[in-house]
Nanobody, 125 residues
C-alpha cells in the first residue's frame, strides 16, 4: 500500500502561481505513472497532468497545457505540479494518484491505484 500526501494548496488571485507537492510513503512509487486530478464542487473529477516513468513523458489536459508543469524527484519520493497563470476555473480539490495505466487511458481516474486526500486550491478574480 502506497500512501500519498498532498500539500501546497491555498487561496490566490488570478494570474498568480502555486506549486503543489505529493509525497509517497514507498520508494516503489518511482516506477509508477503519477498524475494529478482535480474536482470542483458538484463536478466530476477531471484529469490535469501525468508523468510516465517508462518513457519519462508528460501529458496535460488541454485546459492547463502551457500553464501547468508536472515533475518528479525520485530521491524524495515526490511529485510536483507547478501551476502558473492561475484562473478562477482552476479552483478545486487537487489529488495526486499513482498507477500503471495504459497510454490510451492515462486520463481515466479508474486506472490509478493510490490516491491522496487532496489539497484545496481557490483562485479569486
Amino acid at each position: 500500500q502506497v500512501q500519498l500526501v498532498e500539500s501546497g494548496g491555498g487561496l490566490v488571485q488570478a494570474g498568480d502561481s502555486l506549486r503543489l507537492s505529493c509525497v509517497a510513503s514507498d520508494d516503489t512509487f518511482s516506477t509508477y505513472t503519477v498524475a494529478w486530478f482535480r474536482q470542483a464542487p458538484g463536478m466530476e473529477r477531471e484529469f490535469v497532468a501525468a508523468h510516465r516513468h517508462t518513457t519519462r513523458s508528460t501529458h496535460y489536459a488541454d485546459s492547463v497545457k502551457g500553464r501547468f508543469t508536472i515533475s518528479r524527484d525520485n530521491s524524495k519520493n515526490t511529485v510536483y505540479l507547478q501551476m502558473n497563470s492561475l484562473k478562477p476555473e482552476d479552483t478545486g480539490m487537487y489529488y495526486c494518484a499513482s498507477g500503471r495505466p495504459i497510454l490510451s487511458a492515462l486520463q481515466s481516474s479508474s486506472m490509478y491505484y493510490y490516491w491522496g486526500q487532496g489539497t484545496q486550491v481557490a483562485v479569486s478574480s
